[in-house]
Every structure is written in C-alpha cells, then in structure tokens.
C-alpha cells in the first residue's frame, strides 16, 4: 500500500479507489483508472478504504492461494504477496 489518510473513522489508501458500482467496487490504480462499467475515472472519486481493500485482498488470497494446496487458506493477506487484478476482483 501506498500513502494513508485518516477521514474521520476510517484510514483511505491511495494504492486504491472506489468506483461508483454498487459492488465490485474497489479498484486497483495500478491496474485501473476507469471504470467501463459505471463510466468512472479515478480522479473524481474516492480513494479506497485500506479496511475494506485488506479484506478484499485478504478473501482473494484464500480462494487463490499459491503457496498451499488449501482452497480455504487462513494465512493473513499480509502474509501472502498475491495481489489479484481486476479479473480476480470481478471486473
């Protein structure tokens, strides 16, 4: 992860933005940044909720796990350096 921000209870990440679905809505900037789907670019939105990308990541990491042959890995996301890109995350 890149740079944090603390916005009021929560810490955003600059590594990742929202785009304005209303699921699937976390992107990667370094994958993406523009959404096909609801037209989005990232530099009118949000960036991501570091909360909400570690556990997207973290769930990623359990369906897609390559150093186990476990489909339910549970070894932390941050114990793990498989970063999953937009075909992962359902794009």
């Not at 096909?36 to 990308?53: I, Y």
């Not at 997207?56 to 549970?74: G, H, R, S, T």
């Amino acid at each position: 992860m890149e740079k944090q921000q603390h916005i009021g209870n929560f810490v955003t990440t600059d590594g990742y933005w929202d785009c304005g679905c209303d699921s699937d809505y976390i992107r990667c900037k370094a994958d993406t940044l523009y959404c096909p789907k609801c037209k989005q670019h990232e530099n009118e939105m949000p960036d991501s909720r570091l909360e909400e990308v570690l556990g997207l990541l973290e769930e990623a990491n359990k369906l897609n796990c390559e150093f186990c042959d476990e489909e339910d890995c549970d070894l932390p996301a941050e114990e793990h350096i498989i970063i999953p890109d937009a075909r992962q995350m359902g794009d």
